[in-house]
């Protein structure tokens, strides 16, 4: 019997439809991404923080190299100095076994010693014979300022506002309101009594002088001396005078007009004329109408009380540090070349 043959044309369109099959997933799959990869964008904030960061790291490493270089600086020096105190050392052991064999050396050094010990108080009285008030600060340093305390009549116009508090906003007014006392013990204003102080010390005894406190107005220091020149040879007045600054509680705003407007109060006029402050004036003759003051005003304050001072005085400002015033430097340093004063900044250690 003859065998039956298949038909296969079915079983060809499966295998084509298989293989068609094969090929789109094969294709989908050539086409789609399997590796994406999310792309974050960088916040140029953090990046920026990153920058500051670096530059700190790199600051630190020059300072950590020049503390290096310093240091073995100092090993060296250290080593020289070892090396001098040694032959010094020896040299003394020589000089005392000498003096030892010697007894008629000995006696010569106690001459010579005597001698010296008479030169230097003979040196003491010359150098403070001619201050009316010794003052005494820590150590003995002695300072390059270019104040010139000379002068007949010698004017101290001290800023007693709230500001003298402290160097910053917040802290001058967070301790305007405590009780007196306190306010009295502030650094800044105990800084400022020493340089009333100092300044004091350096008068000459031929000079007379007068003491003014201000802030929206002025004060003389000892009551019922307004107008009069004080007598800086008087030590009694001195000190009456350095106990009614220490006395006063600081408060209220800066009127620099009427600080000046006190010179009216003399016949004759200052020949000098020191202002301790720390800033340029927050309001003129009257209080602002508003309860801030604008630079621009502060300024404008400022020159408007400048040209109601006489001329012919100097000006010699101490400016005492305080944030917020970058135009207060600038201008009372023109003041000291317009007005052949002088200006200084002092540090915190002086005087």
């Known amino acids: 019997m003859p065998r ?20 789109a997933v094969t294709l989908l799959f050539l086409i789609l991404r399997h590796n994406a990869v999310e792309i974050i964008t960088p916040d140029s904030q953090l990046a920026a923080e990153v920058d500051l960061l670096q530059m700190d790291i790199r600051q630190a490493e020059e300072e950590k190299t020049q503390l290096l270089n310093s240091l073995e600086k100092i090993q060296l020096e250290l080593v020289e100095a070892q090396g001098l105190s040694e032959r010094v050392i020896s040299d003394l052991q020589e000089q005392e076994n000498s003096i030892q064999s010697d007894p008629n050396d000995l006696d010569k050094l106690r001459q010579q010693v005597e ?26 340093r002695q300072y390059l300022t270019g104040l010139k305390l000379g002068g007949e009549r010698v004017l ?30 502030s650094q800044k204003w105990q800084w400022t009594l020493r340089t009333v102080e100092w300044l004091l010390a350096q008068l000459p005894p031929s000079s007379r002088f007068q003491i003014y406190l201000f802030n929206t107005e002025a004060s003389v220091a000892i009551a019922g001396t307004q107008g009069e020149w004080l007598d800086a040879a008087d030590s009694l007045v001195l000190e009456q005078s350095v106990d009614a600054v220490k006395q006063f ?10 600080a000046f407007a006190a010179i009216a109060d003399f ?20 209080p602002p109408k508003k309860f801030m003051v604008s630079g621009a005003q502060r300024r404008q304050y ?9 001329r012919g005085i100097p000006i010699n400002t101490i400016l005492f540090p305080m944030e917020g ?19 200084i900044a002092p540090s915190r250690d002086w005087p």
């Open 4 to 23: 039956k043959r298949r038909n296969i044309a079915f079983s060809l369109s499966f295998l084509d439809i298989m293989a068609c099959g094969f090929g």
């Open 115 to 140: 001698q010296l010990e008479e030169e230097t108080a003979q040196m003491e009285e010359v150098e403070f014979g001619d201050k009316v008030r010794e003052f005494i600060g820590d150590g003995n």
């Open 156 to 185: 101290i116009l001290v800023d007693g506002s709230a500001s003298m508090l402290a160097d910053t906003v917040v802290n001058a007014v967070r301790r305007r309101n405590m009780p007196e006392e306190q306010k009295k013990q």
């Open 249 to 258: 509680s600081p408060g209220s705003g800066t009127s620099l007009s009427n």
């Open 267 to 286: 016949d004759s006029r200052p020949d000098n004329l020191f202002l301790l402050t720390d800033g340029l004036p927050t309001q003129g003759k009257q």
């Open 302 to 310: 400022f020159t408007a009380a400048m040209a109601e001072l006489p």
């Open 325 to 343: 015033d970058p135009e207060a430097a600038g201008l009372f340093w023109q003041t000291a070349l317009n007005t052949k004063g002088a200006f």
